[in-house]
């Protein structure tokens, strides 16, 4: 396996195109937007500077790196890919359409990965016509950084499949957790709803924004407070991953926090946006409530 293609220049796709850079594979990153993709270079390129500076990584990796990577909004440039990780919106309808477009011009050798944080792998599988040859490969943000990656395995994922992916996680340098074909894998399965329940602690007047964080990263010793972390995750992620373990497991327990749903009716979704349960137009950050 030596070219990986990644769709979508975003927060993640990006991650992704950097650390397959850096490990020595030639990277396709595609976007929709060709705005996008200048600025997605851009991040990569500063990023990966930020790397050279604490010596991490050297000039001449950078630069090898940055010269193996190729840009386009056409998908024609995945043609000879070996894998194709689809970092795309957590929406099943825009990825039932990206798989669509992507089966007359991939290989019927070449692996298709999905980073989604949540949904089926079984049901996207369905869609590409080549479930054996499909997998979840869910990434955590911001990816050169976190070790973890949850591998993911539909009902028809082949183990050819799921070896091959193994073995490619821990040469981008990460540390693998496989996970069931669960709704919220395992990450999320346990983590947003800790989120969640922080939202509905803020809503039933429990503590403050900056009590609530500050209880749980001085009394459980978390790096970051629930709501703090709420907004780097982006709100809007959040109450996608509710909304899908609610569904998928039918327990009212998973339910949505109202006061997540507002925030996100407002558009209020956390760092990217610049407000959520703290406003970033100030240094600190000062909580919203």
């Known amino acids: 396996m030596s070219k ?27 976007d929709a937007f060709e705005a996008a993709l200048p600025k997605a270079v851009a991040t990569m ?57 992507l089966a007359p011009i991939i290989g019927p050798e070449t692996i298709l990965a999905s980073n989604t944080s949540s949904i089926s792998i079984t049901r996207l599988a369905a869609m590409t016509g080549r479930p054996d040859k499909f997998i ?41 957790a496989t996970a069931e074909d669960s709704p919220g894998f395992i990450v999320n399965r ?20 900056a009590s609530i964080d500050a209880g749980m990263k001085l009394g459980a010793n978390h790096p970051m407070g629930p709501l703090e972390l709420a ?19 039918g327990d009212d327990k ?3 926090c109202p006061l997540l749903v507002k925030y996100v009716e407002a558009g209020w979704l956390g760092r990217k946006s610049g407000r959520g349960f703290y406003d970033y137009a100030s240094t600190p950050p000062k909580p919203t409530r």
């Open 4 to 30: 990986i293609g990644v769709i979508g220049a975003g927060l993640m796709g990006n991650g992704i195109a950097h650390t397959a850079l850096l490990s020595g594979f030639d990277v396709t990153l595609v």
């Open 45 to 101: 390129t500063k990023n990966m500077d930020r790397q050279v500076q604490k010596s991490t990584i050297t000039p001449e990796a950078r630069d090898a790196a940055l010269a193996r990577l190729t840009t386009s909004t056409d998908y024609e440039a995945f043609r000879g890919a070996d894998l194709i990780i689809e970092a795309a919106p957590e929406r099943e309808e825009l990825k039932q359409l990206i798989y669509k477009t």
């Open 136 to 176: 979840g490969m869910h990434f955590f943000n911001p990816v050169p950084m976190m070790k973890l990656v949850e591998i993911i395995r539909g009902i028809a994922t082949s183990d050819e499949t799921y070896a091959t992916i193994h073995e490619l996680a821990e040469k981008l340098g990460k540390t693998v």
């Open 190 to 209: 346990i983590l947003c709803p800790m989120l969640n329940e922080a939202v509905f602690a803020l809503q039933e007047g429990v503590g403050t924004i």
């Open 231 to 249: 907004d780097f995750v982006g709100l809007d992620t959040l109450l996608s991953v509710m909304r899908v373990l609610h569904a998928g497991l």
């Open 254 to 256: 998973y339910r949505p």
